[in-house]
């Protein structure tokens, strides 16, 4: 499938945009050469020469001022129209820390062309295009930054810690396996909701050391546990016990993810069919590569877990390529299976469809005996929830085998 972009050619010395001009446009420069040129007393100051490949006019779009330069053409050239909900769409999806710096830089360019042409200042208060508004905008990407870096000493100061939360058989009630869960506990405000800091690490470059530290604390404890039960003469449940861990987009697709999953599973002796990886279904997201490593981690004998079944992007398309184990049913299913039967009707028919492709089904988020007996009547063979226990730690889950 192909797409037509708007194109427009523009003769040798044919001038494209003047400066005090409103911004309706940017353009990516697919032939030919282009000047940006600010005019002084009648003359022209050169500030720039752009060729194929480059875009300009972006300036007005994002900050919403008039151009603060003119652009001719050099030769003849063809410029791609780039509209400006097609750039202003890109800056509000960008990170508050990348609006910022976009803010500040345009800032700086147009006081410098001012400067050159020693025409009227900026005003100090002069607003540029930002989803949260200026000062907010602002004090929000800096509070973002602040808790980047609190959360980067949190984990040199050692302050995380995991916590897990049973996952277990609705028929028999036994626990069968646990979701290792990153907590942290802040010297000073105790317990942090997980809210504030989990989507942090994930899209930072912290989530690969945050990451493999993760990995080898929970198979250290998937081996603590392990003897425990075998010491309490419960070997089968020691042989079964899955501990699943959790994995971001970044972290698997790191080139070093399988090797060193490697090495913490030989270092702790434990065995992969023990393990079980849990991602979302955003992980197909970056396509082949994924899919290689899913491929990897199942011939080696790691169980596959997808998170949040059903609220992410890929649809069905993607179950029949990805080689996994499990499906977890989120909570914002299970929480209305008794009062709403649309929702009732979308839990059975991801089980359904789930046993029909030999996957088995986690249910979470389960706060009432109804709703774990209406699940085992769906066909669902495990759950985790508050009404089994909420996330605890190492020690009190000691205590719950």
């Given at each position: 499938m192909t797409f037509e972009t708007q194109s427009v050619d523009i003769l040798k010395d044919q001038i494209i945009f003047t400066e005090g001009d409103d911004g309706d446009c940017a353009y990516i420069i697919e032939k030919g050469r282009v000047l940006i040129f600010v005019t002084k007393d009648k003359e022209e100051i050169p500030l720039n020469i752009l060729g194929e490949g480059e875009i300009f006019g972006e300036m007005a779009l994002i900050d919403t001022h008039a151009r603060s330069a003119s652009v001719r053409a050099l030769e003849d050239v063809r410029l791609a129209i780039v509209t400006k909900q097609q750039v202003l769409e890109r800056v509000s999806t960008a990170d508050k820390v990348v609006q910022l710096l976009m803010r500040v830089l345009l800032k700086r360019l147009r006081r410098k062309n001012i400067l050159v042409t020693g025409g009227k200042p900026l005003p100090e208060d002069a607003e540029f295009y930002d989803l949260e508004g200026g000062e907010e905008g602002t004090q929000s990407a800096l509070d973002q930054i602040k808790l980047e870096n609190q959360i980067f000493q949190a984990f040199q100061?050692?302050?995380?810690?995991?916590?897990?939360?049973?996952?277990?058989?609705?028929k028999t009630k036994q626990i069968t396996g646990c979701e290792a869960l990153l907590r942290w506990n802040s010297p000073l405000h105790g317990l942090v909701s997980p809210n504030l800091f989990i989507d942090v690490i994930e899209n930072s470059s912290m989530v690969i050391p945050i990451g493999h530290w993760i990995i080898n604390q929970a198979l250290k404890d998937l081996r603590t546990i392990q003897d425990q039960l075998r010491l309490n003469k419960k070997d089968r449940m020691a042989d079964e016990f899955m501990m699943s861990i959790n994995i971001s987009g970044r972290q698997f697709t790191h080139s070093d993810f399988i090797s060193n999953l490697e090495d913490l599973r030989e270092k702790h002796d434990v065995q992969t069919h023990n393990i079980k990886l849990e991602m979302t279904e955003r992980i197909m997201m970056d396509g082949a590569i994924a899919l290689d490593v899913l491929n990897q981690c199942r011939t080696q004998g790691y169980a596959i877990s997808i998170d949040d079944f059903g609220t992410g992007f890929s649809g069905l398309q993607y179950l029949t390529q990805m080689p996994i184990s499990f499906l977890k049913i989120d909570r914002s299913f299970v929480m209305k299976i008794m009062s709403d039967p649309k929702s009732k009707a979308v839990v059975s028919s991801i089980i359904h469809l789930a046993h029909a492709m030999d996957i088995e089904v986690i249910a979470e988020g389960i706060e009432q005996n109804e709703e774990c007996l209406v699940l085992e009547t769906l066909g669902a063979?495990?759950?985790?929830?508050?009404?089994?226990?909420?996330?605890?730690?190492?020690?009190?889950?000691l205590k719950l085998i």
């Amino acid at each position: 499938m192909t797409f037509e972009t708007q194109s427009v050619d523009i003769l040798k010395d044919q001038i494209i945009f003047t400066e005090g001009d409103d911004g309706d446009c940017a353009y990516i420069i697919e032939k030919g050469r282009v000047l940006i040129f600010v005019t002084k007393d009648k003359e022209e100051i050169p500030l720039n020469i752009l060729g194929e490949g480059e875009i300009f006019g972006e300036m007005a779009l994002i900050d919403t001022h008039a151009r603060s330069a003119s652009v001719r053409a050099l030769e003849d050239v063809r410029l791609a129209i780039v509209t400006k909900q097609q750039v202003l769409e890109r800056v509000s999806t960008a990170d508050k820390v990348v609006q910022l710096l976009m803010r500040v830089l345009l800032k700086r360019l147009r006081r410098k062309n001012i400067l050159v042409t020693g025409g009227k200042p900026l005003p100090e208060d002069a607003e540029f295009y930002d989803l949260e508004g200026g000062e907010e905008g602002t004090q929000s990407a800096l509070d973002q930054i602040k808790l980047e870096n609190q959360i980067f000493q949190a984990f040199q100061n050692r302050e995380f810690e995991l916590f897990y939360q049973p996952i277990v058989n609705l028929k028999t009630k036994q626990i069968t396996g646990c979701e290792a869960l990153l907590r942290w506990n802040s010297p000073l405000h105790g317990l942090v909701s997980p809210n504030l800091f989990i989507d942090v690490i994930e899209n930072s470059s912290m989530v690969i050391p945050i990451g493999h530290w993760i990995i080898n604390q929970a198979l250290k404890d998937l081996r603590t546990i392990q003897d425990q039960l075998r010491l309490n003469k419960k070997d089968r449940m020691a042989d079964e016990f899955m501990m699943s861990i959790n994995i971001s987009g970044r972290q698997f697709t790191h080139s070093d993810f399988i090797s060193n999953l490697e090495d913490l599973r030989e270092k702790h002796d434990v065995q992969t069919h023990n393990i079980k990886l849990e991602m979302t279904e955003r992980i197909m997201m970056d396509g082949a590569i994924a899919l290689d490593v899913l491929n990897q981690c199942r011939t080696q004998g790691y169980a596959i877990s997808i998170d949040d079944f059903g609220t992410g992007f890929s649809g069905l398309q993607y179950l029949t390529q990805m080689p996994i184990s499990f499906l977890k049913i989120d909570r914002s299913f299970v929480m209305k299976i008794m009062s709403d039967p649309k929702s009732k009707a979308v839990v059975s028919s991801i089980i359904h469809l789930a046993h029909a492709m030999d996957i088995e089904v986690i249910a979470e988020g389960i706060e009432q005996n109804e709703e774990c007996l209406v699940l085992e009547t769906l066909g669902a063979r495990y759950g985790q929830g508050y009404l089994f226990s909420k996330p605890v730690d190492m020690g009190r889950f000691l205590k719950l085998i």
